[in-house]
DNA sequence: TATAATCAAGAAAACGTTTACAAAAGGAAT
DNA sequence: ATTCCTTTTGTAAACGTTTTCTTGATTATA
């Protein structure tokens, strides 16, 4: 199928120059006379020449590739961030590169990081919240081979590049803003328990609580498997209670999107009867969803993808040694429709 | 930030012996002994060698990697294509990259597939349904320097491997199946015109048009412009004809989406009222969308995603020349919400 | 016309591997 | 003790580039 590849010195011998010059025409790195670089680009044309990135690699000592790694390229919760980062990638000059690793499988996702490190971009971008993606990341920085930035999960004495979310801060907004709605009886459905962002914004929600010396009642914390469905059960389960909750803050949209189908399964009304609110203001969700829009909280996920790859481009440009960029994004709650006024029924 | 690359020299000289007991060592391709496996490996945990992809792949002419190109990797229309090249890549013993040219861009699609035949990857994959593709898969056959599976493009008379799929037929069976539901004034909502499977869609819709001997009314032809949104305004020209159809067949999904939403713009039912099918079965969609599930044409994305990682892997790994590989893949019908039977108002 | 200065092109080393081949070492058989 | 295998290790070439250094040619300057 494949035939032979066509080299330098091919193109050399039938433009009777030497494999320098070639490389010269084809680099634009210094000057030929005209009617050699005619006959360079001839050649070039006629045998299909175009020169082998390994070899080009191996002795510039870099890739002009970007690498990304994130754990299931398939989730519709990256829809955003993709279309940041393919934004950026068409910006610059580097080619970019996308790696999955399918579930929360921290070998393949280091299979990958280890792959792309040694020499096949210049740069990685690690997406990842689980705490196993702590060992990648490590990796990444103790081997020391390549610039990387990690996003969302921040190890914390790692001085690398960080790009934060502050999910911690958008979670006690959260819970505020349905305390500033009136609700007391305020619940939490957790969500992943293998993922920081799941800690985070437990902790938002206690602090929240806290604050407004509000009490957590009794069963009033759900704790999720690591599927998003089981939100469905958490729900159920508050809604058991002898006295439920008027609120429910879920730790992400698509455990939210299940809680308001449980709530809507037992007759009740979102946000008339009890108010849902998520995290992530995740637009398309992973199951097909037919209920009110979700009340979210939103991370500027395109921003940061876009950021990403410009912070390691300009890192890689740049070329010295410098301080780690360290970032916390802010979040912003979305007002939809699966929150209102706390009336006493 | 990152330093000095620690090569197979290092090693070399760290264990006190030869560079190619060293590689022997880390591929275990020759019989070594005990002794100086332990010292070799001790080395190489000590300065914390990984070899180099680059020079590896320079040498052994083979990468073991292999490349996806696709246009939009954040549309949601890949969710299941991905999963699959996803599922199938984890059972490989190759890497995977995926590459995202951003648009209709041709320019940058040919870049990522230039970029990745130039020494990065064994074998790519290329996904895509425009005319425009058809240049990239030309450069493809005609570079020869590396094993590549198209995917959805048909380009007559090149002999390269395939995987397509039966969108003429699938949209036959759409009308058919709308005829059988005692339709007969059925108008077409085209796609982008810029892609192929808008054309194909199109034939079958006139086929089954023409082998049921109906009539295609003036106006019942809407083309989209490269918006899907544009299905919205289309709808609405087909339900402004003095004798609009009972049923309409649109191009995708995404556009039969922003048709339901144009009929009920104008209070009217679907299906009751207007029978609408589309085609991709596109469970997640670009926007948010909350009418009924659309009945749809279904084509198997999962499996075509595994079957081209799996192809392409089993000839790299035969290695010999073969007859390229051209499969059709047929759709299936699933009947959902938006169609019923017709019934004289 | 000689000399210096500029410029274009080639030769060869280097990048980090693998691998064919050579050499050495060890054992077994004579 | 010598020869002959067998096994382990080392040497060096090769992969396809870029780039430093040299050389040779041309042009400018005196």
């Known amino acids: 199928m494949t035939q032979k590849r066509v080299s330098i010195k091919d193109v050399a011998k ?23 670089y005619e ?81 096949v971009v210049d740069a990685v971008i690690l997406y990842g919240s689980y705490f196993s993606d702590e060992s990648v990341v490590r990796y990444l920085q103790e081997s020391r081979k390549i610039e990387y930035v990690m996003i969302e999960n921040d190890v914390p004495g790692l001085a690398c590049n960080k790009l934060l979310i502050n999910n911690y801060g958008g979670a006690k907004n959260a819970v505020k803003y349905l305390i500033n709605k009136g609700h007391t009886r305020i619940a939490h459905i957790c969500g992943n328990p293998n993922k920081k962002v799941t800690i985070e914004r437990f902790n938002g929600y206690i602090a929240a609580m806290q604050e407004s010396h509000l009490e957590v009642m009794d069963g009033f914390i759900q704790y999720s498997s690591t599927d998003y469905k089981s939100g469905f059960e958490r729900m159920n389960a508050l809604l058991d ?28 009304r979102v946000p008339e009867d009890i108010s849902v609110m998520g995290f992530d203001n995740q ?10 829009e979700i009340t979210s909280v939103e991370q500027p996920l395109y921003t940061i993808g876009m950021d990403s790859i410009r912070l390691v481009s300009e890192r890689l440009k740049s070329g010295q040694a410098e301080e780690p960029v360290i970032r916390t994004y802010e979040t912003k709650i979305v007002e939809k429709e699966t929150v209102c006024e706390y009336r006493k029924r």
Chains 1, 2 share one sequence.
Not at 14 to 36: C, F, G, L
Not at 42 to 64: C, F, H, W
């Open 39 to 119: 006959r360079v680009m001839d050649a070039i044309k006629e045998l299909g020449y175009s020169p082998n990135t390994a070899a080009r690699s191996l002795v510039k000592q870099r890739t002009n590739a970007i690498g990304i790694v994130v754990n299931n390229l398939h989730d519709p919760f990256f829809h955003d961030l993709i279309k940041g980062f393919e934004m950026a990638a068409q910006q610059t000059s580097y080619s970019v590169v996308f790696c999955s690793a399918l579930g929360g499988d921290v070998k393949s996702k280091e299979a990958y990081v280890k792959y792309l490190s040694n020499g």
């Open 14 to 36: 039938r433009a009777d120059v030497s494999i320098a010059t070639v490389s010269r025409v084809v680099n634009k790195t210094d000057n030929v006379t005209p009617q050699i």
């Open 241 to 268: 209670l002898k006295e439920p909750p008027t609120a429910v803050f879920c730790s992400d949209d698509a455990i939210a999107s299940y809680a308001v189908r449980a709530a809507f399964d037992r007759g009740l």
């Open 283 to 292: 637009t398309i969700l992973p199951d097909r969803y037919r209920g009110p």
